[in-house]
T-cell receptor, first 111, second 113 residues
Framework: QKEVEQDPGPLSVPEGAIVSLNCTYSNSAFQYFMWYRQYSRKGPELLMYTYSSGNKEDGRFTAQVDKSSKYISLFIRDSQPSDSATYLCAMKAGTASKLTFGTGTRLQVTL | EPEVTQTPSHQVTQMGQEVILRCVPISNHLYFYWYRQILGQKVEFLVSFYNNEISEKSEIFDDQFSVERPDGSNFTLKIRSTKLEDSAMYFC???????????FGSGTRLTVV
């Protein structure tokens, strides 16, 4: 089993739709969870950062962590064409500095 | 907004040559990292650096690789004797604390021919 699994997509949605992106993981030591957005040939851009279980909201973005199920989600409300990018989940254990990334989900928001 | 700056944006080198990739982390950040992304694959951890020493490294980061903070602002990754399989995007990142979110640079695309 891979340490972090993420559906690669591509995921195509119409403008204004609610998007749900997900990752599952196997390492119970992971405590810090992040979502990054990556445009083609650019560096990952931090969108959301959460610690342990729970929800966090920032504008149109909501991150959810369910440690009991080893499952994290990113919701994007009122999706825009500018949201078209690859979304990467990343996580780390409390004592480690290494981030473990998912493979990324490619999102296309169409007009 | 503060950003991590990487140079060059693209480097082409011959197999067997040494390359140095340069990064300027965010000025008040204390923790520095290098990651790489081979085309079509996931972002992979190489090394973390704090207080002028390596704090963690992956199995990828073998004797071919080294990191240095030569002055108060730069953070470098040196690859000795490059191989074709070293071709990838190399990302530098920094953070205020190891438990914080990491800010990535735009990357250096390394092509080994």
């Amino acid at each position: 089993q891979k340490e972090v699994e993420q559906d690669p997509g591509p995921l195509s949605v119409p403008e204004g739709a609610i998007v749900s992106l997900n990752c599952t993981y196997s390492n119970s030591a992971f405590q810090y969870f992040m979502w990054y957005r990556q445009y083609s040939r650019k560096g990952p851009e931090l969108l959301m950062y959460t610690y342990s279980s729970g929800n966090k909201e920032d504008g149109r973005f909501t991150a959810q962590v369910d440690k009991s199920s080893k499952y994290i989600s990113l919701f994007i409300r009122d999706s825009q064409p500018s949201d078209s990018a690859t979304y990467l989940c990343a996580m780390k254990a409390g004592t480690a500095s290494k981030l473990t990334f998912g493979t990324g989900t490619r999102l296309q928001v169409t007009l | 907004e503060p950003e991590v700056t990487q140079t060059p944006s693209h480097q082409v080198t011959q197999m067997g040559q040494e390359v140095i990739l340069r990064c300027v982390p965010i000025s008040n950040h204390l923790y520095f990292y290098w990651y790489r992304q081979i085309l079509g694959q996931k972002v992979e951890f190489l090394v973390s650096f704090y207080n002028n020493e390596i704090s963690e490294k992956s199995e990828i980061f073998d004797d071919q690789f080294s990191v240095e903070r030569p002055d108060g602002s730069n953070f470098t990754l040196k690859i000795r004797s490059t191989k074709l399989e070293d071709s990838a995007m190399y990302f530098c990142a920094s953070s205020e604390a190891p438990t914080g979110g990491y800010t990535f640079g735009s990357g250096t695309r390394l092509t080994v021919v």
